[in-house]
C-alpha cells in the first residue's frame, strides 16, 4: 500500500512482537522498484533524485521499455491511497533473484484480488491493466519480466549507492538494537514514526487511519531509498506484517568536509572518514559495506587514517572498532568548537559481526 501525509497508522505490539521484531538484511528491490515508479511521476525530491530522474527517462527510451512502463508498471503504481501488494513479496528478502522469481509465480487469484482493490480505489486507466486483472500465469509471467528489465535499466545502475545508504541505515538501526533491544531501535526510528509503548504511531495520509495488530507476527521494518514521505505498510491482514519506511537524507557534502577534504585525502578516504564519523564504533566489515569497497581496501584506508590521527581504533574481542578523533571531526565538521561539541560522550557499544 502507497501512502502520502497526516492520518495515522497505528500497529499495536505485544512483548511476543517485540521479540520477532526485526530489520531487513539487505536492500529490497521490489520496494524500491515501487518507490522509483513514484518518484517517476513526480517533479518532487532532491537534486540527485532529479538527476535520476532525467537518467532513467534516457535509459527507458533507449532500451525501449518507455511505452510498456508508461502503460503497465505506472498505472500499476499510482501516487495513491493504494498499490497492489503483490508486488512486493517478502521473498525479496532472500535476494534480488528471489525477488523477481516471486513476483513471476504470484498466484492468478492473489493478482485478480489486487487488482480489484486498485480498481475500486484509484480505478483502471490502462488496458493493459485489463489483461493482467484477468491474473493469466502468461501476463503475470511478463509482468516479472518487465520488472526485471526496468530495474537492469534504472536501478543497476545506481545499486552501489542506494545499497551504500541503505547499509549505513541498518547500521545505525543495528546498534540501536544491540544497546537497548526492540523498543530502542523503535524509538529511535525517524519521524514521522513514534514509538509510544505498546504502539509505534506512523504518520499516514490526511484522513485515513488504520490500526494493525500484529498478534505474536512479529514486524520486519524495511528502510528505503526511493520511499520519500510516508512510510508503507502491506494492506493484506493475512501477509506478514512490514513496514518500509524513508531512510533521512542525510548530506553527502557535509559528511564528508566538501570538495577541500577530498583533495586532501582523496574520494574514497574522504568517504570513510566521513562514515566512521556518522556511525562511531563501526567495524572494518561494516566500514566495507557502508561505502562499497572490499575488506582489504577498507582496511588499508582505516589504517593510513589512524597513522594521520584522523581516526582511532579499539579492539573488542575479535572486532576492530573505529572512531573519528578530535581532528579527524575537526576535518569533516570544518569548525574546531562543533568537533569538540559532536564529540563529547562518545562511548564504544557493542557491535554486532
Known amino acids: 500500500m502507497a501512502l502520502c501525509a497526516t492520518g495515522t497508522l497505528t500497529i ?141 535499466a534504472v536501478l543497476t545502475p545506481h545499486w552501489a549507492t542506494i545499497d551504500r545508504v541503505l547499509s549505513e541505515e541498518r547500521t545505525l538501526r543495528l546498534r540501536h538494537l544491540l544497546t537497548g533491544g526492540a523498543e530502542h531501535m523503535l524509538a529511535h526510528l525517524p519521524p514521522p514514526m513514534r514509538w509510544i509503548p505498546p504502539v509505534l504511531e506512523v504518520g499516514y495520509p490526511a484522513g485515513i487511519t488504520r490500526e494493525i495488530r500484529l498478534r505474536g507476527r512479529g514486524l520486519t521494518l524495511i528502510p528505503s531509498y526511493f520511499c520519500r514521505a510516508n512510510p508503507v505498510a502491506l494492506v493484506d491482514p493475512a501477509l506478514p506484517p512490514v513496514l518500509t519506511y524513508p531512510v533521512p537524507r542525510r548530506a553527502a557534502q557535509n559528511a564528508t568536509g566538501g570538495n577541500a577534504l577530498i583533495a586532501l585525502l582523496g574520494r574514497t578516504r574522504a568517504e570513510v572518514l566521513g562514515s566512521i564519523d556518522r556511525a562511531p564504533g563501526c567495524t572494518t566489515t561494516e566500514l566495507a559495506g557502508s561505502i562499497g569497497v572490499s575488506l582489504p581496501t577498507a582496511s588499508e584506508h582505516t589504517h593510513v587514517l589512524r597513522q594521520a590521527n584522523l581516526i582511532a581504533s579499539v579492539r573488542q574481542a575479535n572486532l576492530m572498532l573505529h572512531y573519528t578523533t578530535r581532528l579527524g571531526a575537526e576535518l569533516l565538521i570544518g569548525s574546531p568548537r562543533a568537533a569538540e561539541t559532536r564529540s563529547q560522550g562518545r562511548a564504544p557499544v557493542s557491535r554486532l559481526r
Open 12 to 152: 499495536v505490539f505485544t512483548s511476543e512482537d517485540l521479540a520477532l521484531t526485526r530489520l531487513a538484511t539487505r536492500t529490497d528491490l521490489l520496494w524500491e522498484m515501487v518507490g522509483s515508479l513514484h518518484r517517476l511521476q513526480t517533479r518532487d525530491g532532491d537534486r540527485p533524485t532529479a538527476t535520476w530522474r532525467r537518467q532513467a527517462h534516457t535509459r527507458l527510451t533507449e532500451d525501449g521499455l518507455l511505452t510498456s512502463v508508461r502503460t503497465l508498471l505506472l498505472p500499476l503504481v499510482p501516487r495513491g491511497p493504494y498499490f497492489p501488494d503483490f508486488l512486493t513479496p517478502i521473498e525479496a528478502q532472500l535476494g534480488n533473484e528471489h525477488a523477481l522469481q516471486a513476483l513471476a509465480d504470484t498466484p492468478g487469484k492473489r493478482v485478480r484480488d489486487d487488482v480489484e482493490r486498485l480498481r475500486r480505489s484509484t480505478g483502471l486507466p490502462s488496458t493493459a491493466l485489463d489483461d493482467l486483472a484477468r491474473g493469466t500465469p502468461h501476463t503475470i509471467r511478463g509482468l516479472g519480466q518487465l520488472a526485471d528489465a526496468y530495474c537492469q
